[in-house]
């Protein structure tokens, strides 16, 4: 059974600044701040109070005993960092201590102008939120920022906003705050206590309409025709009135669904686009975080790790703060009420035997109920902060104070870096605990990472995890999930570098889990695709994450199905390697199909071509989708590559191709197109014909094909070649002919 293809743009988040903003560059070499540290080390900065919440300065490395995944690491460096808002007298300088120098002096302090990063970043925030995170934010930039502080202040809203790159200006750190603190976001309304009337009105209608029933039954057996009319219509009315009810309450609930993903895709997204560029940087790195609670449905809780997985990985410490300030009510009180509500609601519903069971409204309730508790503060902003070795500050208008414990924290704090025994870089998740000698004492630091080996300067996702780290292992000659891909050069003249990522696989071939009881199937698979540089560095990663769940009457059905993938990326000139993973998450098999890609500079005194792609199958478009320029838009069509696919005579009388060529720039001869047909590099024959005149994009799109009656079964390869009066470029791809 074929799928209509969804294809996608990857925006990429680009609001990061890409310079510091300074009368002062800060130097990125300074031996004080800088540990150098092997590619598989892990560095950890950690924060030690004494129960007074007074930081703890004179610790050896002899006092910490670190754990990953409960076995004890050794030590490679240690020493204490002490930044100071005054500037004095010269410090000393400080002391990088290796395991094989004397560990029981106190570390040295830091040098006080050493560089410290911090990104103050608002989400949408209520009016009265908005007053106590400029009050807050106001009071940081007056008194808070030290010498070798940058700041940089960030927005959230449906994207990423920048008011300021970063910074040791405070003036200008102010004033951004009050641009950001005075905008007015997009707001959300929760739809919670309209549902719950609608909820208990249907109750309402529920008693009516079995009261209604037994009269109708009473006044029919005293054979009252007149009563049983009435009371049958009174039903009717109720009936009508509940259906209204549920078509409302449905329309709140998705409407409700819909902006939660949205708004928490917002968040993750921007979150991720401030962290991952701090990832090389020197020094202390901080994300103070004003909201009044993160939006996590179950689609956003997916990619909730990942945050936590990159700011661990960039060594970022995330200190969040919740800006509503003294709340009159819990957090939780909004769950409290709709748990309270839905259970009342089923308890009238067994009462009168009408019970609608798991799969009815009271299994929605609780679903919704989930993402109403995730909102809570103290649930997504508390566990961001604690697993990245910050603190939630919340229950306070004060929010100043709880900046200048975080102030404290920047200021003292201890690096200590460890070689993990665990060589394995499986992907899994490893939980970092620490001990110390000295008791009455709070230890900060971050929790633990992803075991896969660095992408560059790209965030890992949880569930592109295992699949990277599988994929070193994996054999290319082996694919037991039957995946088969491309990467396709596309070099149109408003993007040059753009390139196209595919890749398709029969469903069938992963795995799926059945739960009888609720008769629902599930299904956990994801394809990533990596390019690297002629270095081997990963300069993109593209992926989708499919999480399939059904009726289990459904699964045959979904089986049938294929798994279509599509990107669209740009690359600067050059070579690539590209992998294109498939990963079952539920049996852990994978498949990995590497090619390699060729980004040609554009000359544009010569002419252009595409890859060739031959074609699989083409699907008709409507009248709106053709006024859509895309690749593999083809006048009234979409064309679908093969993708490897091996062709069969007895079904295929044909080969048909794609490519796309673009004149030289201000050329008018016309253009001549050859293709021909190759066999272990010996011609086997060759077609010409000329190219008809672009198109308003400047570009011709070409498709024609060939018979395959006298082919022999076997590989080959067909090579186009487009060419003026003056230059020709040619590109060929391999195809292979079966019985």
């Known amino acids: 059974m074929k799928l209509a293809v969804t294809f996608v743009l990857l925006t990429l988040l680009s609001s990061f600044p890409s310079r510091f903003a300074s009368g002062q560059t800060p130097s990125l070499q300074q031996p004080d701040e800088v540990i150098r540290v092997r590619t598989n080390e892990v560095r950890l900065d950690v924060v030690v109070k004494d129960k007074k919440g007074r930081p703890v300065k004179d610790l050896t490395s002899a006092d910490f005993e670190i754990y990953e995944d409960g076995v004890q690491q050794r030590i490679e460096s240690f020493r204490f960092v002490m930044r100071e808002a005054t500037t004095g007298n010269n410090p000393e300088q400080p002391a990088d201590r290796r395991n094989n120098k004397s560990e029981q002096a106190p570390p040295a302090p830091a040098q006080k ?56 200006n405070p003036e200008v750190v102010k004033q951004a705050i009050e641009r950001a603190t005075s905008t007015s976001p997009s707001t959300y309304v929760s739809s919670a206590a309209r549902i719950r009337d609608l909820s208990d009105r249907s109750n309402v209608l529920d008693q009516q309409i079995s009261s209604s029933g037994s009269a109708a039954s009473a006044a029919g057996a005293a054979r009252d025709s007149g009563g049983a009319s009435a009371a049958g219509a009174a039903a ?13 309450t449905n329309m709140l609930e998705q409407f409700e669904v819909l902006e939660r993903d949205q708004q928490g895709f917002a968040t993750i997204n921007s979150l991720l686009a401030v962290i991952n560029p701090m990832k090389n940087l020197p020094g202390r790195k901080t994300i103070i975080f004003f909201s009044e609670g993160l939006a996590l449905p179950s689609s956003v809780q997916a990619k909730f790790p990942a945050v936590i997985s990159a700011a661990n990985k960039a060594n970022v410490s995330i200190y969040t703060i919740d800006a509503a300030g003294l709340r009159t009510e819990s957090g939780t009180a909004e769950a409290a009420r709709e748990l309270n ?44 902060a604690d697993e990245t070795g910050g603190f939630l500050i919340h229950d306070t208008n004060d929010l100043a104070a709880g900046l200048r414990r975080i102030n404290d924290d920047m200021r003292g704090y201890y690096v200590i870096t460890y070689v993990p025994k665990n060589e394995d870089y499986n992907g899994r998740f490893r939980r970092i605990s620490m001990k110390l000698s000295r008791p009455n004492v709070d230890v900060q630091t971050r929790k ?68 009888a009881d609720k008769k629902i199937y599930n299904a956990d698979f994801s394809v990533v695709a990596l390019i690297k540089n002629q270095s081997g560095q990963v300069v993109q990663k593209l992926s989708q994450h499919y999480p399939l769940t059904g009726p289990i009457d459904q699964l045959d059905s979904a089986r049938k199905e294929d798994l279509l993938f599509y990107r669209e990326t740009q690359l600067s000139p050059g070579n690539y390697s590209v992998e294109l993973i498939a990963y079952d998450g539920l049996t852990g098999k994978i498949s990995v199909r590497p090619s390699s890609l060729e980004i ?31 690749p593999f838009h083809f006048g009234e069509l979409l064309v679908y590559p093969n993708l490897g696919e091996p062709i069969s005579k007895s079904t295929a009388k044909q080969l048909a191709f794609f490519v796309t060529a673009w004149p030289a720039k201000g050329s008018t001869a016309n253009m001549q197109l050859t293709f021909t047909i190759l066999q272990n590099n010996r011609p086997l024959g060759k077609s010409s014909t000329q190219l008809p005149a672009p198109d308003t994009q400047g570009q011709i799109k070409y498709a024609s094909s060939f018979s395959l009656g006298d082919f022999q079964p076997g590989a080959y390869e067909l090579q186009v070649t487009v060419s003026d009066d003056k230059n020709s470029v040619s590109h060929a791809t391999p195809f292979t002919v079966t019985p």
């Open 113 to 168: 102008n050493s560089l410290g990063l911090i990104a103050l970043v608002f989400d949408r925030l209520s009016p009265e939120a908005r007053a106590l995170a400029r009050k807050a934010g106001t009071a940081y930039a007056k008194e808070g920022m030290a010498g070798g502080d940058f700041t940089g202040v960030f927005g959230i809203d449906q994207s990423l906003r920048t008011f300021q790159s970063f910074t040791d």
């Open 236 to 248: 009717g009315q109720a009936a009508a009135e509940q259906l209204f009810i549920q078509m409302e």
């Open 341 to 384: 509500s839905i259970a009342a609601q089923r308890m009238q519903q067994q009462g009168r035997g009408n019970d609608r069971g798991v799969n009815g409204p009271y299994t929605k309730s609780l679903e919704r109920n989930e993402n109403l508790l995730r909102l809570d503060p103290r649930s997504g902003l508390g566990e961001l």
């Open 448 to 515: 633990g990472y992803y075991a896969v080996e660095a992408v560059g300067q790209l965030p890992v996702l949880d569930y592109e995890a295992p699949a990277i780290a599988a994929a070193r292992n994996a054999r290319s000659t082996s694919n037991p999930l039957s995946l088969r891909a491309a990467a396709l050069s596309f070099p149109a003249t408003n993007r040059p570098g753009l390139t196209l990522l595919l890749a398709e696989a029969p469903i069938s071939a992963f795995s799926f889990a059945t739960l």
């Open 600 to 630: 040609a500079s554009i000359d544009e005194t010569k002419p252009r071509l595409s890859s060739v792609a031959v074609l699989k199958r083409a699907e008709r478009l409507t009248t709106e989708e053709q006024k859509k320029d895309h």
